[in-house]
């Protein structure tokens, strides 16, 4: 289901309400049967400033695919990873973009969740 190439926004899921609220971007390199290999960034939501927060430098990940504690989304063959940012609009409501063609709403039921 998930294939080389290509550009993956995954959530990891909270286990409890004090937990950091981690994302991560990036394109997969290398899959397994339980599990890939994907290079790209991770945003940290910084509850002081209310806003996810980019690492600086770019990391690799291996991400279980059989877990239940992370949610993938595949993001368009054109997004660019160098370009991923967060954005809130005028509604409040929290979007993963790359200011071209990937445009994700992450927040469909609550406010900056």
């Not at 445009?103 to 039921?109: A, H, M, Y």
């Amino acid at each position: 289901m998930i294939d080389i190439g290509e550009k993956v926004h995954i959530i990891e899921r909270r286990l409890f309400d004090g937990d950091v609220r981690r994302h991560f971007f990036g394109e997969v390199e290398r899959v397994e049967n339980a599990a890939m290999r994907v290079t790209g960034y991770a945003f940290l939501y910084d509850a002081g400033s209310t806003k996810y927060v980019r690492s600086a430098n770019r990391r690799t990940r291996i991400i279980p695919l059989a877990s239940s504690g992370f949610i993938l989304n595949v993001a368009p063959a054109g997004t660019q990873v160098e370009k991923v940012r967060y954005e809130e609009n005028s509604e409040g409501r929290l979007t993963v973009t790359d200011g071209g063609s990937f445009s994700l709403d992450i927040n469909e039921f609550s406010r900056l969740r």
